[in-house]
T-cell receptor
Framework: AQKITQTQPGMFVQEKEAVTLDCTYD???????LFWYKQPSSGEMIFLIY??????QNATEGRYSLNFQKARKSANLVISASQLGDSAMYFC????????????FGKGITLSVRP | NAGVTQTPKFRVLKTGQSMTLLCAQD?????MYWYRQDPGMGLRLIHY???????AKGEVPDGYNVSRLKKQNFLLGLESAAPSQTSVYFC?????????????FGPGTRLTVL
């Protein structure tokens, strides 16, 4: 069963506008962490933001925020004030809390920022 | 600190050839991982290590071997390369295995098997 689902097709956003990238997950473990990574065309994986399952507030890191809806098992990434440099592939990932658990990635979403 | 480094950055092999990818980290992390990334598939875990001298299978281990003789290095070997192993390979490391432990990624190795 797919643990991380990213089903949006390629996303487009106008520069300076906000955009939401969707991610849903599936786990029965009460302890887990959710991550978002950015992969620009140069290929490296860049960590953006983390949300823990027990965190009371939504995570924020600069222009990135995570809209965490635990009951719906969604962890959407919100990018405010989009910049041209935000054009990239974005991956949602989850790590469950049990020992030796691996990081499971979604298939990614391509975001293109239009000037 | 260099973080996580990978060598080589690019490689082209012929079917049946062997090679080793080297991953090195200078963050004193206990845990290291090898992933492969294919178009439309996201990243999939090949093998991982929870400490020096230990290795374990991930999601797609067939056709690969690994070794962790030193804490800072994690080697990925292909004994007899196949075209299906054409991919981008990422190494990563983390301080711990808890849900909150971020994984730090290397820049990737693009491998083509002809």
């Amino acid at each position: 069963a797919q643990k991380i689902t990213q089903t949006q097709p390629g996303m487009f956003v106008q520069e300076k506008e906000a955009v939401t990238l969707d991610c849903t997950y599936d786990t029965s473990d009460p302890s887990y962490g959710l991550f978002w990574y950015k992969q620009p065309s140069s290929g490296e994986m860049i960590f953006l933001i983390y949300q823990g399952s027990y965190d009371q507030q939504n995570a924020t890191e600069g222009r990135y925020s995570l809209n965490f809806q635990k009951a719906r098992k969604s962890a959407n990434l919100v990018i405010s004030a989009s910049q041209l440099g935000d054009s990239a592939m974005y991956f949602c990932a989850m790590r469950e809390g049990r020992a030796n658990s691996k990081l499971t990635f979604g298939k990614g979403i391509t975001l293109s920022v239009r000037p | 600190n260099a973080g996580v480094t990978q060598t080589p950055k690019f490689r082209v092999l012929k079917t049946g050839q062997s090679m080793t990818l080297l991953c090195a980290q200078d963050m004193n992390h206990e845990y290291m991982y090898w992933y492969r990334q294919d178009p439309g598939m996201g990243l999939r875990l090949i093998h991982y290590s929870v400490g020096e001298g230990t290795t374990a299978k991930g999601e797609v281990p067939d056709g690969y071997n690994v070794s962790r003789l030193k804490k800072q290095n994690f080697l990925l070997g292909l004994e007899s390369a196949a075209p299906s192993q054409t991919s981008v390979y990422f190494c990563a490391s983390s301080q711990g295995l808890a849900a909150y432990n971020e994984q730090f990624f290397g820049p990737g190795t693009r491998l083509t098997v002809l």
